[in-house]
């Protein structure tokens, strides 16, 4: 292994073991020591390879909902251009109960936001280009409001996974298909 791939094969455990901490022990409690140990390197490696602790956790976390965005995405780009997208996203609910690792990431990158301007900004532009794919799905089923449209889905889709998260036995089918029938009249009123 050439010194190029063992410092990618650091970087890669270490941004997998920051991922893995955070939805364990939280946010704050990712040390460099903790964080070294669970991704079985040294602590020197965590600031050879990224500039602080923080910038581990960033990485880590955007990574993570990345990869969520990314998934929800490829879901709802395939529906045929008469369909709403709101059921494809809001099918994939069932994997994210608000307790999984990734779902407790996002959480605790959100209230991590709070008091991280650089990470707040990293969100941003996540959001907003995910808002964007999911205003354009609409756009292409017709919707009168995609933008609008867009915002209200992925805040109940944040908002049905804290949910969950609090009471994992919260029956969500029927919300889905409230949220998918006010969508669909939305499209509706603008064709009558």
């Not at 893995?20 to 079985?40: C, D, K």
């Not at 690792?101 to 907003?128: C, F, G």
Request: glycine share 6%; aromatic share 4%.
């Amino acid at each position: 292994m050439t010194s190029a791939e063992r410092g990618q094969s650091a970087r890669a455990k270490l941004l997998r073991a920051a991922s893995e901490l955070i939805g364990e022990v939280g946010w704050n409690a990712v040390s460099t020591r903790l964080l070294a140990q669970r991704a079985g390197v040294r602590s020197g490696l965590v600031h050879y390879h990224f500039d602080s602790l923080h910038d581990v956790l960033r990485r880590a976390a955007i990574r993570e909902m990345e990869l969520a965005r990314d998934h929800a995405t490829a879901e709802f780009s395939e529906h045929p251009e008469n369909a709403s997208p709101v059921g494809a996203m809001l099918a994939e609910l069932a994997e994210y109960d608000g307790t999984d690792p990734s779902s407790r990431v996002v959480i605790e990158a959100y209230l991590a936001s709070t008091r991280d301007a650089v990470l707040r900004q990293q969100m941003q532009q996540l959001m907003t280009g995910f808002r964007s794919a999911v205003s354009a799905s609409f756009a292409r089923s017709g919707h009168r409001d995609p933008d609008a449209a867009a915002v209200v889905v992925l805040a109940v889709l944040d908002g049905l996974i804290l949910h969950k998260g609090l009471d994992p036995e919260i029956p969500i089918d029927d919300a889905v298909a409230l949220v998918e029938a006010a969508v669909m009249t939305a499209e509706k009123g603008r064709e009558e």
